[in-house]
């Protein structure tokens, strides 16, 4: 069997943590029999400067037209599934990229869970005072395409002013025709939304999940302040939950809840989350597993094409030092090879990875060691081999 799989490795350190990865499912595949075929994107901001896709205006680059273009976005959906390395080169304007790239991948290919394990493997150091693997173990699932992310907002000066805003997307389209009076001198506002259908089927992804995991679903929302997106939110996640009685489900306020990933890990199976608040608990989560280093995540669109990524950033501070944890990549790449119906060498790489922090001999900076980026993506492709 042969796989093509698009691969961007983005800028900052990016190319070197793909590398990494790259090397270790390459190991994972030649052990399982099988074969991968990558296909460069040069989606970094360098390439982007000189196709002059990104334009110096003042102090920051930003982006003339789109960032990829249409016809990019229509290839990556002939695949399965892209290895994305990392994203947000300081030269460029904060969010140009982010929104150009990362979210527009996420957004066009409907890539609607992303999904994210609070894993903390044998033989890692937590800061949670004792607690230990059987306490952190449990899955995020954050919605990926609504919420405060839909990109609808602006600003208004004093006086009366009219905005028109429009969503289109595989599910639904929301037109917004906004009237704005203000005597403020200036004011910012950001629209989120969320939809029955889109609350519904991430909703559904973690029931479903939890079915395999067999415990329960935690949802989380700020439905006591943020009523009409999150109460909505509420309706439909017991709506969902009424065809899972097997499954036990709590509701969680945000705030709360990282009280709780602090205090009580082990209270939590499946998590779903909108958006923004996913975004927010998923990095405490990366913590509590280890640091930013270890934690992966997937952008799944079951049906569709998926993405697979560190959910840490670029790291542009250590751009080509070959020093930074390739672990997260590597730990997105076996849940690649998952997505791919690989699972026996996906288990093979995290069974590697859990071996190489096991040992402890070999590791970057971040875990108290003096390896480099590639030292330790090298070591985990032989581990692949021996487990
Ligand atoms: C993440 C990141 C992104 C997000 C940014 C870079 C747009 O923080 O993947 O968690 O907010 O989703
Ligand atoms: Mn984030």
Redo the contacts with the bound molecule.
């Keep these: 069997m042969n796989y093509k799989v698009p691969v961007i490795p983005g800028d900052g350190i990016g190319p070197e943590i793909i590398a990494e990865g790259k090397k270790v499912l390459e190991a994972a595949a030649d052990k399982h029999g099988f074969s991968i075929d990558w296909t460069e994107y040069p989606l970094d901001a360098e390439t982007l400067i000189r196709e002059e896709k990104l334009v110096k205006s003042g102090e920051f680059y930003i982006s003339k037209g789109p960032v990829i273009e249409e016809e990019t976005l229509k290839e990556l959906e002939k695949y399965r599934a892209i290895y994305l390395g990392a994203i947000?080169d300081p030269r460029v304007k904060p969010g140009v990229l982010?929104k150009g790239i990362?979210?527009s991948m996420r957004f066009y290919l409907d890539q609607y869970v992303n999904l994210r394990p609070v894993k903390l493997l044998e033989g890692v150091w937590t800061p949670l005072k004792d607690k230990g693997p059987k306490e952190i173990d449990f899955v995020v699932v954050r919605e990926n395409t609504e919420d405060f992310y839909i990109g609808i907002g602006s600003r208004a000066r004093r006086g009366i002013s009219h905005a028109d805003f429009e969503v289109k997307r595989s599910l639904y389209k929301i037109k917004f025709g906004l009237d704005v009076d203000t005597d403020s001198e200036e004011i910012g506002y950001q629209i989120g939304e969320v939809s029955k259908e889109g609350c519904r089927r991430v909703i559904k992804y973690a029931f479903d999940l939890a079915m395999k995991r067999g415990q329960k679903v935690s949802s989380v929302d700020k439905a006591n302040v943020l009523s009409e997106i999150y109460g909505f939110w509420r309706e439909v996640f017991l709506d969902v939950a009424a065809g899972y009685p097997q499954v036990k489900h709590d509701f969680n306020f945000v705030d709360a809840i990282t009280m709780w990933f602090v205090k009580n890990p082990e209270w939590f199976d499946v998590i779903v989350a909108p958006n923004m608040f996913g975004?927010i608990i998923?990095d405490l989560g990366a913590m509590i597993q280890g640091g930013l280093g270890l934690a992966p995540?997937a952008n799944l669109n079951p049906e569709g094409t998926s993405m697979f990524e560190p959910?840490h950033?670029s790291a542009p501070k250590y751009r080509g030092q070959n020093k930074v944890n390739p672990i997260a990549t590597i730990w997105a790449g076996a849940m690649l090879l998952e997505h791919l119906g690989e699972a026996a060498a996906a288990k093979d790489v995290v069974a590697a990875i859990e071996r190489n922090l096991f040992e402890g001999g070999i590791k970057t900076y971040d875990m108290g060691g003096s390896s480099t980026t590639s030292e330790v993506g090298t070591e985990i492709s032989r581990l692949v081999h021996l487990v």
């Design positions: 947000g982010e990362l979210l975004d998923t995540g959910i950033g």
